[in-house]
């Protein structure tokens, strides 16, 4: 058995807000297409649009950088993977795979371009 610190446990705190599980999860499908990151703000519905643009900038993605999973510049809005990355990343894949399996809105869908993998159509 893996021993672990009670500070690594707070890494999965990352995934408690749908807003940041589903931009984690974003991220980890461009990084499979080899595609720039998608816009942490365009993942709103419509009626929540101003209330999860608020909720982005002033507590999620400073919450995710703190936490060093990503690093979110707000002067550029560039978002990259941060240090804690790896840390989260085998257990984002078993979620991205695995999403008919979680409980309905655990990983909501995104809005805009992106479309989770189990969802497209094969060409």
């Given at each position: 058995m893996v021993e672990m610190a009670p500070s690594d446990f707070g890494i999965y705190e990352a995934l408690v807000h749908p807003y940041r599980r589903r931009l984690l999860v974003a991220m980890l499908d461009a990084d499979r297409r080899d595609a720039p990151y998608p816009d942490?703000?365009?993942?709103?519905?419509?009626?929540?649009?101003?209330?999860?643009?608020?909720?982005?900038?002033?507590?999620?993605?400073?919450?995710?950088?703190?936490?060093?999973?990503?690093?979110?510049?707000?002067?550029?809005?560039?978002?990259?993977?941060?240090?804690?990355?790896?840390?989260?990343?085998p257990l984002l894949r078993w979620m991205d795979e695995n999403r008919d399996e979680l409980p309905e809105g655990w990983l909501p869908e995104p809005t805009g371009d992106w479309t989770p993998p189990n969802a497209r159509s094969e060409s």
């Open positions: 942490p703000l365009e993942f709103a519905p419509d009626a929540e649009e101003e209330r999860h643009r608020i909720g982005m900038i002033h507590t999620h993605l400073p919450k995710l950088d703190d936490m060093g999973v990503i690093q979110w510049d707000r002067e550029t809005e560039e978002l990259s993977k941060g240090p804690r990355w790896d840390d989260l990343e």
